[in-house]
Nanobody, 125 residues
């Protein structure tokens, strides 16, 4: 069973930056895709960014140009650099791993089979 642990959330003013990290358990299996989703109160879980096993990255429209997803293959750590944060970025951010999804479903939360517990990001105006 893969366990994912997120860290790096917090409170930041609009225009500021935060970096989230996701570390898998030692028994982590190889993934086809690793991604970040977020969920604000009363809203559905939203795709933020994902990285395919080839290294190609994909981003949600609302974060393009501001967020960058990356991975450290040696440490098997997934990161999300968030710049120019806006109040509407406030949400709980979840790390997710998918072991059997297909590329066309990379933005769908249901495609991922392992999830972290989430980390709160709050952006004040």
């Amino acid at each position: 069973q893969v366990q994912l642990v997120e860290s790096g959330g917090g409170l930041v003013q609009a225009g500021g930056s935060l970096r989230l990290s996701c570390t898998p358990s030692e028994r982590a299996v190889s993934s086809r895709a690793m991604g970040w989703f977020r969920q604000a109160p009363g809203k559905e879980r939203e795709f933020v960014a994902a990285m395919w096993s080839s290294g190609n990255s994909y981003y949600g429209e609302s974060v393009k140009g501001r967020f960058t997803i990356s991975r450290d293959n040696a440490k098997k750590t997934l990161s999300l650099q968030m710049n120019t944060l806006k109040p509407e970025d406030t949400a709980v951010y979840f790390c997710a791993w998918g072991t059997s999804l297909i590329l066309s479903s990379i933005t769908r939360a249901a495609s991922y089979n392992y999830w972290g517990q989430g980390t709160q990001v709050t952006v004040s105006s």
